[in-house]
């Protein structure tokens, strides 16, 4: 949700996933679902970094997922460019398939172990037609040196590179199709520590520079704050707060974004940190909460928040909250 | 390092190596290249450093439970006074749960899934205390309540799968408290928890180390556990201790280039400025560079850091460094001056 | 002569602890295979009757001409087996390859399809695999006849359910890996995912396999000729030579059995123990340099 002028890339419109549960031999019976995404609206648009932050069983990489059709939503529209993609012909999914790529957090599953580098790099543009070799050669040394990497790497395979190389293949390999929006879903997570800030780097360089959107997925607040413009805090499949950065560092609303501000470890021994403690385990997606799915757990739940199930609304100025207050 | 209070474990010089098949050829990974360290009794002490540095296999080495592919050279390892490595397998035996607790990273990992939590706990009793039926039952409730975990009774006979990831990693816990060690060593015991759990599992362990006066050594990436919990920490780069010292030197004033840029490549929510990450990549244990290990990607490096390994210079009675600008006569030729 | 250091280094790095006995008597069986017309020094299918029986070199009546002795017909022991050793890497190659075909393409089916394609072709291939080998390789033969070329198909279609069962479970695997994702992200079609991803990572296994197969079919097939369904007379066949030559244990001409069993047995340990060290070598535990 950003400023008015700015056309969404991609919005997700109520977005739903309901995984059913089945018990039964002869006969399946659904028993109940697994609610991974209960309702999820999410506007991304051009030249802009969104965080997505949340613990397991948040729905953030179910989200990722049906944003990269990987996944059909149970319920609710994925619009890109203002079109619904069900209504997608042949070629608004081609082009849809280009404009949209990834990066995850496995360097070392993201690369197909028997292609060479090059071949990895071209892998999506020669899904929509043939290059000849030198074509393939020169668009793995630019990408490659874009990415950081020295274009004779071109010629390896995936195994004779380290974890933070192989995560630059990937990225190289997510910015050679001219795509719009990038998904990444915890890009350093797999990496060393000392590696990670240069991949973040690299990563809000080629952001500046190609004018890329970013759907960051992150469970580390502070990397997700370092990179973000805009934060969404998931919980049980709804995102609970969405803000700017600074704004949901300075001002946090929900009890929950408090909690899990206030849960992150401190940067210094004398950082003095009032603590919330939150009673319970993360919920389980499967048995979701009646009312606001937080309340078995908030510090604050009132009598409503039993029943109640908040929306996310704007309270203040560009910051929407779930809550009953 | 504490003057008075006696320290608990001391390593001296210890040294750990692999042997492993590249391709084609043998090579020998440094691990643990001469490191010494102490740690007093009841302190809280992180050893610090990336992947490959060396701090697991400091560790295993310790507890000496290393895979056949590792043998450790030389050092002594004192425990309460006694070198570990001349202890035989029964002794060793006694000493690991008794004497020495080790939590690891992944509860999957460590918990067995075909057997029950209680079966797993019990077990641990059973062999080094000698529990049996009702005395056994009631240790086991009694840890699982330490660890705060509700209703033991019933917990007991679940199996990990049925339990989340902070539980698994509770009754980890449960299971390195059961016999009363005098020290823990957690390697990246929170790496897979969730945030909040995470906050739990510390505050947990430290409420432990309060009620029974253990010893923790953390081992780490994460300098946000050495913020919270830490009191002493060392650091480690390509297999040497490169340095060492109270948690508030190494925030404050970080001696080593190597420290410096661990914490300013650290993101922390209260800062959100620019920062510059760390050139290079982490060394191939099997083939460093020579001279100061850090030095291809140190900020600072002078000429004699690509040819002698700088030794380890004392810079208070309880900090010591190992880098060359830190030594007085070479300070004094390359005119170094200071931060 | 930096070729031959390159050459060198080549070898090393992909012939690395590769067990040198069973590799050297690998090399010479196909050296034989190759250069029969020119090591063998009779024909194998026409000998002489005047000069039947005889015996190996080494004992008394045996002559340098026929160092290995001859059959019943005059025919020398040991051109046939050279040329036999054509035959049997023929049939064996060809049918392992053909097995290899079908079962990798109905595994990889059925594992990266899934759903009820999985269900009806594993179903299918169960059934195929309950039915008892020999019996129905027999039933084949006598069927369509016995030639090298039918033998080479009924096995081919024998065989092929092992292929089919290591690939479905590979290709599930493969499936769920990140890379394939990224794949269908990029709008990559299915079969061209089958063809770059899942493919190649899963011949190191269909290749081991095939190493350790290849024994088991000249096994088989030397007991089909054997028993008469295989490869028919005249041509060399060590499963012929066996045949024929199985009265002759009790009448003392050994030799007559000895050399192709010799022959058989060496091709098969060889083969499986080379399939062994190329199981250890394309492990994905190590770095696999295919």
């Not at chain 2, 750990?16 to 090579?27: L, Q």
């Not at chain 2, 059973?126 to 529990?131: A, K, M, V, W």
């Not at chain 3, 930096?2 to 590799?23: S, T």
């Not at chain 3, 009820?116 to 594993?122: A, F, L, P, S, T």
């Amino acid at each position: 949700m950003t400023s008015e002028e700015k056309i969404p890339a991609i919005e997700l419109q109520q977005i739903k996933k309901y995984f059913p549960v089945k018990k039964g031999i002869i006969r399946d019976r659904v028993v109940g679902y697994v609610k991974a995404l209960d309702g999820v609206d999410l506007k991304l648009s051009a030249n802009e970094v969104v965080g997505l932050v949340g613990e397991s069983g948040s729905g953030k990489s179910t989200l990722a997922r049906i944003i990269l059709l990987l996944e059909h939503p149970t319920e609710g529209q994925l619009v890109f460019e203002g079109k619904d993609v069900i209504t997608f012909n042949r070629s608004d999914l081609k082009r849809y398939r280009q404009k949209i790529q990834a990066v995850f957090q496995d360097p070392y599953s993201s690369l197909s172990p028997r292609l060479k580098v090059k071949e990895i790099i071209a892998e999506p543009s020669l899904v929509t037609g043939k290059l000849s070799r030198k074509e393939i050669d020169d668009m793995a040394s630019e990408y490659l040196q874009m990415a950081g990497l020295h274009a004779g790497i071109r010629n390896v395979y995936p195994h004779e590179l380290s974890g933070g190389q192989r995560q630059r293949v990937a990225i190289g390999r997510a910015i050679s199709t001219q795509a719009t929006v990038i998904i990444l879903d915890e890009p350093t997570s797999a990496l060393d520590v000392s590696v990670r800030l240069q991949i973040v780097e690299l990563l809000m360089r080629l952001q500046q520079e190609l004018g890329l959107s970013y759907l960051l997925i992150g469970h580390d607040l502070a990397m997700v704050a370092y990179m973000s413009t805009y934060i969404a805090v998931m919980y049980l499949g709804k995102i609970v707060e969405l803000t700017r950065t600074q704004e949901l560092i300075k001002n946090p609303l929900h009890p929950y974004t408090r909690a899990l501000i206030s849960a992150s470890l401190p940067s210094h021994p004398n950082e003095k940190k009032e603590r919330i403690a939150l009673a319970g385990e993360i919920a389980n997606p499967f048995d979701i909460p009646s009312g606001c799915r937080f309340h078995p757990r908030c510090p604050e739940a009132k009598e409503e928040c039993y029943h109640i199930d908040p929306i996310l609304k704007p309270f203040l100025e560009n910051h929407w909250v779930a809550c009953n207050f | 390092m504490g003057m008075q209070a006696k320290p608990i474990l001391e390593v001296e010089n210890l040294t750990t190596y692999f042997s492993v098949f590249d391709g084609f050829e043998k090579k020998t990974v440094k691990a643990v290249d001469g490191v010494s360290l102490a740690v007093t009794a009841g302190d809280t002490v992180a050893i610090i450093g990336e992947s490959g540095c060396g701090k697991s296999t400091l560790a295993l080495s310790i507890l000496r439970v290393l895979p056949e592919t590792a043998s450790i050279l030389s050092g002594k390892i004192l425990f309460d006074g006694e070198d570990l490595l001349q202890k035989d397998r029964t002794q060793m035996s006694k000493i690991r749960a008794e004497k020495i607790a080790m939590i690891l990273q992944d509860p999957m990992m460590s918990l067995n899934p075909v057997f029950t939590i209680g079966n797993q706990i019990g077990e641990t009793l059973y062999y080094h205390l000698g529990l049996r039926n009702r005395t056994l039952k009631n240790r086991i409730k009694e840890l699982l309540l330490d660890v705060k975990i509700p209703e033991p009774e019933s917990r007991m006979k679940q199996y990990p799968h049925e339990m989340s990831g902070g539980m698994r990693q509770r009754i980890v816990g449960a299971i390195a408290l059961s016999c009363n060690p005098k020290l823990i060593m957690a390697d990246e015991p929170t790496t897979n928890l969730d945030v909040t759990i995470q906050l739990q599992y510390l505050n947990l362990l430290r409420d432990l180390q309060k009620k029974t006066g253990v010893t923790l050594l953390f081992i780490t990436h994460d300098l946000g556990i050495v913020a919270e919990m830490c009191k002493r920490v060392i650091v480690m780069y390509a297999g040497k201790v490169v340095e060492r010292a109270p948690v508030m030197n190494i925030y404050d004033d970080p001696a080593h280039p190597y420290t410096r840029a661990l914490l300013d490549a650290a993101f922390g929510l209260q800062d959100l400025s620019k920062r510059s990450p760390i050139k290079g990549e982490p060394p191939d244990l099997s083939n460093l560079p020579p001279g100061c290990h850090y030095h291809p990607r140190c900020e600072r490096h002078m000429g004699i850091c690509s040819q002698e390994e700088p030794p380890e210079i004392a810079l208070s009675p309880d900090r010591t460094v190992k880098c060359w600008l830190f030594d007085p006569e070479t300070r004094k030729s390359e005119l170094v001056d200071d931060f | 002569m930096k070729m031959i250091v390159n050459m060198r280094r080549i070898l090393q790095r992909y012939f690395r602890g590769i067990p040198k006995i069973p590799a050297a008597i690998l090399v010479m069986l196909f050296w034989a295979a190759i250069f029969a017309d020119f090591l063998a020094p009779h024909n194998p299918e026409v000998g002489d009757p005047r000069e039947r029986l005889l015996p190996t070199v080494f004992e008394t009546g045996g002559m340098l001409k026929y160092p290995l002795g001859t059959d019943t017909m005059g025919r020398d022991v040991l051109s046939r087996v050279i040329f036999g050793a054509r035959v049997s890497l023929l049939v064996a190659f060809s049918a392992v390859f053909l097995s290899a075909c079908i079962g990798t393409l109905v595994g990889i089916c059925a594992g990266f399809f899934g759903g009820w394609i999985d269900q009806i072709v594993m179903r299918f291939t169960d059934a195929w695999l309950s039915i008892p080998t020999i019996m129905f390789a027999t039933l084949l033969a006598v069927v369509l006849g016995p030639s090298v070329a039918n033998i080479i198909i009924i096995m081919g279609l024998i065989y092929w359910t092992r292929y089919a069962r290591v690939t479905r479970g590979e290709a599930l695997s493969l499936k769920s890996r990140e890379f394939v994702h990224l794949a269908t992200i990029a709008g990559s079609t299915k079969l061209r995912i089958i063809r770059k991803h899942i493919l190649p990572n899963v011949m190191n296994s269909v290749i081991t396999l095939a190493s350790l197969q290849i024994g088991v079919v000249i096994v088989v097939e030397a007991s089909l000729t054997f028993l008469g369904v295989g490869v028919p007379p005249p041509k060399p066949a060590w499963g012929l030579m066996l045949s024929e030559g199985r009265a002759g244990l009790f009448t003392g001409q050994w030799w007559l059995i000895v050399f192709p069993g010799l022959a058989i047995a060496l091709l098969v340990m060889s083969f499986n123990l080379l399939g062994d060290w190329l199981r250890r070598r394309l492990d994905p535990h190590q770095q696999s340099l295919l």
